[in-house]
C-alpha cells in the first residue's frame, strides 16, 4: 500500500532552516510527481512546491519562492523541502502528496517559526 512519512519538522526562530523529508513507499516513486502542502491553523491546505517525475521541473508558491527548495532522490525514495529564511507565517503543519489516480497524503509534520 501507498505509504509517505514526513519527518524533520520543528520549532526554529526567524530566519532559520529546516530541511523536511518525505520516505515514500508502496508505490514506484520515480514515476510519480510530488507536492508539498502545509495548512496553518484555521486555514486552508494550501500547495507549497512540486516536482516532476524526474525531477528537472519545480514550481512553487509565490509566498515561498526564493527562500524554500524542493527535490527528490529517486534511488532513495526520498522527497525532500529544504527551507531556508523561515518566518513565522511558514508555521503549519508540512504534507507530503502523490496523485496515483487518487490522492495520497502523509500524516505531516509541524513546523513552527517563533522567536
Known amino acids: 500500500q501507498v505509504q509517505l512519512v514526513e519527518s524533520g519538522g520543528g520549532f526554529v526562530q526567524p530566519g532559520g532552516s529546516l530541511t523536511l523529508s518525505c520516505a515514500a513507499s508502496g508505490f514506484t516513486f520515480s514515476s510519480y510527481p510530488m507536492n508539498w502542502y502545509r495548512q496553518a491553523p484555521g486555514k486552508e491546505r494550501e500547495l507549497v512546491a512540486g516536482i516532476t517525475s524526474s525531477g528537472s521541473m519545480t514550481n512553487y508558491a509565490e509566498s515561498v519562492e526564493g527562500r524554500f527548495t524542493i527535490s527528490r532522490s529517486n534511488a532513495k525514495n526520498t522527497l525532500y523541502l529544504k527551507m531556508n529564511s523561515l518566518k513565522p507565517e511558514d508555521t503549519a503543519v508540512y504534507y507530503c502528496?502523490?496523485?496515483?489516480?487518487?490522492?495520497?497524503w502523509g500524516q505531516g509534520t509541524q513546523v513552527t517559526v517563533s522567536s
Open positions: 502528496k502523490v496523485r496515483i489516480l487518487s490522492d495520497y
